[in-house]
């Protein structure tokens, strides 16, 4: 298995590049955000991951460790192929997915060219609990919470009787104040958001 690779880019193709190594071209399919900032005699590091079929080996490769990991679990989805997988990696970041997955939401990968309804549900399923969680977004130099956290808390707000807007505002209020690792937890941030919104509950779910 070859896991990762450094060398010089040799030539830029139209979906893959060429990278020497060790005085041998290997052809490499990577994102079109990679082959955009892709340029001949720079140096690049890679990693890796190499698809065997019986008809040809073929290489698709990642500047993050974090983007590997997500086509290797996108790759034992379902109908997704080494091409589609690598297409929603160049579509959505890697927190986005994560972000999407959590929160069981596949109209994000209904997004991406060549991935039907059917398989985009099958990403969220199947995908579900398999990866990390999204980091915290930073915003100004505050660390908000995550929108996949911000999403899964205003909706057990609204399960609980108060409207979207309430909800949705009140887990903002609390995510700005809130500790990182409590902003980050969903049970930790429901649960600061319920002390506040608590007196005003019976008001809201009567309105």
Known sequence: MISSLRGRIAHVDAESLVLEVGGVGLSVFVSPQLLHGAHTGND???????????????LFGFETREELVVFTQLLGVTGVGPKSALGVL?????????EAVIADDDAPFRRVSGIGPKTAKLIV??????LAPPRPTVVAGVSTAAPAVAVQVTQALI????????????????????????????????????A???????ESVGG
Request: net charge negative.
């Open 44 to 58: 690049l590091h890679l990693h890796t991951n190499l698809i065997v079929r019986e008809d040809a080996l073929t």
């Open 90 to 98: 160049a579509t959505l970041t890697v927190d986005q997915i994560a």
């Open 125 to 130: 399923v199947q995908l579900s609990g398999k």
């Open 159 to 194: 399960g609980l009787g108060w409207s979207e807007r309430v909800a949705a505002d009140a887990v903002a209020s609390v995510a700005a104040d809130a500790g990182e690792s409590d902003r980050a937890s969903v049970s930790a941030l429901l649960r600061l958001t319920l």
């Open 196 to 202: 506040m919104l608590g007196p005003a509950r019976k």
